[in-house]
């Protein structure tokens, strides 16, 4: 019985997901024999409508340094999940130089990401976890160009320029963090269809391109979020924080924290839940409670600088599209200047914005030297043509 | 050791799929210990990046009659896969009189669909898994109206009309196999956006409604699909096929055939890999060669009715947007009029159409009265106002 167990267990984390398994046990022509202590699994092993196995979908996807949830309808990384720290940031033993874009070949060519996809398609292969990231090892760097980790970017005004300011910004969190924790993907967001639904209520519509050969398109994403969480104190607190961008040119002016949202809005529209072991609903609340004031004190920075600009992008957790805007403190997102209540130090948890400033490094940071031999961004390796 | 193997294999087969794995084992702050055997388990649970938890999206649902896979971000199944037989649909003991539309409260409100969602929104909830299938029991009966089983249709031409004489042709498989296995669920289809992809390729376009209230939107599909196994000659064989038809009025003329679709073109646009247990690579084209004479065939009949009909829906395996239409023969539709050839013989596979005459039952077929105290479709429940 153990060893049944075992190659049940081998069956799901070899990257397939729990709808692959069954399909493995049917492969293998094996009746399935699980006592009934198993519950849960015993009842889907045994369920009627089962006899030729599950819809395979979603793959599970292991690296080196990161683990990928791909999205197989959409043909983009679901969520690419990557730890840093910097024993890890300090090797030097990977150069993307030597390193090539690959399909994965884990995933039926059907239903991956193909080179063919991108090229001439005018969007870069966007990593999700950086190259930059995962230099300790040629392996690991070459595990950051599997297509798996990859999605159309615009090029240039976002994944050459304020995406790569905001990576460096993860990045750096490890010199205020022990051990940072990075959730990064593509994001499909709704907007206003500008019609109304039967009921009165405002309309919406999903919209957005698909590249590539049909019936095997790529998604391109409207948006791309990340969600961090870096410990310190020797873990008894962590630094937790989400921002989601536009897939499009950013000015390269806006400040970082108007990107900033509430862990929850995320989390709905992406349809996830984001570090399940750590963000307990009271975590995730007291932390979105503050995401809500660096949204507002970001975006009235915005205005200082563009009296026209929209509103943030995603809604208040409670549904309304526009939070309420709190009347701004100038200079308030600097380190220590939004101190945690004392029900929210008693969590350990504190916004991003909170534990370091909440700022981009410079613009072309790169081009100032100081990142050794493999810091500078190689936009050389980016084949894709400008988006048009 | 057994025994926590099978605690893995529990929480698995939960409903909450390989990525609450991890989660679960978090929670009971056990540290994951598991043989070397076990590899890619192992790898998963030990993976640097995976302290915190994956992330928690889909969920497997079980229900006495039928599985689903829920899409936590679009609020709609993803799959239903349900198993009926002549057995299960003698029965008689489940009344859709008793039975109430329920939210799902296996998934966390935020993510599950709401009956909120559909109130007032146009659409119908309509069952991906009909009622009229799960008589044998009131549970199974009440099973059916979870809102897992629900997605948002037309009603007035197309969920209360022609779908459901579809609904009624698929169970009527029943009279020629003897165990039937329907996957049913939401489709989204891109169409040509008009444009140009930068490298001069067609342009496409994703495109529907979103209803309900943000961040929590559900998604109106574009589509839906069943994919059909009926068994028969004691297991030996099988009738295959899918189908996608439009979330919109259609034409009670319309022949069924028109919208039959090679199983791996659909498979490519919901990205899922039906029946794995039993759809070889050789099986599934086989049946798909069939599928595209079946489908130029409906085609050919639809074009006699109206001659500038649209061509079929789905593209031909080979990617080409028209597949080609080969010239028809008159009549070919009857059951024997496509004889297989000696190697689809072998294989056990044949399609849909070719078992069964590919007609659906006559327009209000539930008018008749030969449907029992259950057989009609008892538009009364409907509280949805027609779409506008």
Redesign the interface.
């Known amino acids: ?3 049944r ?2 190659i ?16 493995y046990l ?2 293998q022509q094996q009746r399935v024999a ?2 009934p ?9 045994s ?12 793959r ?1 996807r ?1 690296f080196s ?3 990928a ?1 791909f ?5 983009n990384p ?2 690419v ?3 840093i720290n910097r024993e890890r940031l300090a090797g030097r033993d990977g150069n993307r130089q030597n390193s090539e874009f690959v399909e994965d070949s884990g995933i ?1 060519r ?2 991956r990401s193909k080179l063919e996809d991108y ?4 969007y870069d292969r966007g990593h999700m976890a950086p190259a930059a990231n995962h230099k300790a090892s040629q392996q690991a760097m070459d595990d950051t160009f599997s297509l798996t980790n990859m999605s159309p970017q615009v090029g240039a005004g976002f994944n050459r320029d304020y995406w790569a300011r905001f990576e460096r910004f993860v990045q750096d969190l490890c010199k205020r963090c022990d ?1 940072v ?1 990075i ?1 990064t993907g593509p994001l ?1 967001l ?1 907007q206003r ?1 500008g019609a109304t ?5 405002p ?9 590539g ?5 790529m ?1 391109v994403p409207t948006h791309y979020y990340k969600v961090v ?1 870096g410990e310190f104190s020797g873990g008894r607190r962590a630094a937790v924080g989400a921002f989601v961008m536009p897939n499009q040119p950013i000015d390269p002016d806006t400040p970082l924290a108007s990107f900033a949202v509430p862990i ?2 995320l ?13 307990s609903d009271a975590r995730r609340e007291a932390v979105d409670e503050t995401a809500l004031v660096v949204q507002s004190l970001g975006f009235a920075e915005l205005r200082k600088l563009k009296p026209g600009a929209a509103p943030p992008l ?2 208040a ?1 409670d ?1 309304s ?1 526009q939070p309420p805007l709190p009347v701004p403190t100038p200079g308030a997102l600097s380190p220590g200047a939004l101190p945690p209540t004392d029900q929210r130090r008693s969590l350990g948890a504190v916004h991003v914005c909170e534990h370091t400033e909440c700022r981009l490094p410079a613009e072309r940071f790169w081009e100032a030297g100081g990142g050794g031999k493999n810091g500078g961004r190689a936009l050389r390796r980016t084949r894709s ?1 400008p ?2």
Do not use: C
């Open positions: 019985m153990a060893v167990q075992i049940i267990g081998a069956a799901v984390g070899a990257g397939l997901g729990g709808a692959a398994t069954f399909f049917r492969q699980v006592a202590a198993a519950g849960g699994f015993a009842a889907a092993a369920h009627p409508a089962l006899k030729w196995g599950m819809p395979v979908g979603d599970l292991l340094d990161y683990v949830s999205d197989t309808r959409l043909r679901r969520w999940l990557e730890h039926e059907r239903f090229k001439g398609s005018g051990d924790y959730i499909f709704p269809s639904q039967a009921n009165g209520a309309g919406f519509v999903m919209q957005h391109p698909m590249i050969t049909p019936p095997q398109l998604a969480l929850s809005s989390e709905e529209v992406a349809g996830l839940r984001f570090f399940p072991g750590y963000l995603l809604p957790p549904g599209l043509a988006p048009a």
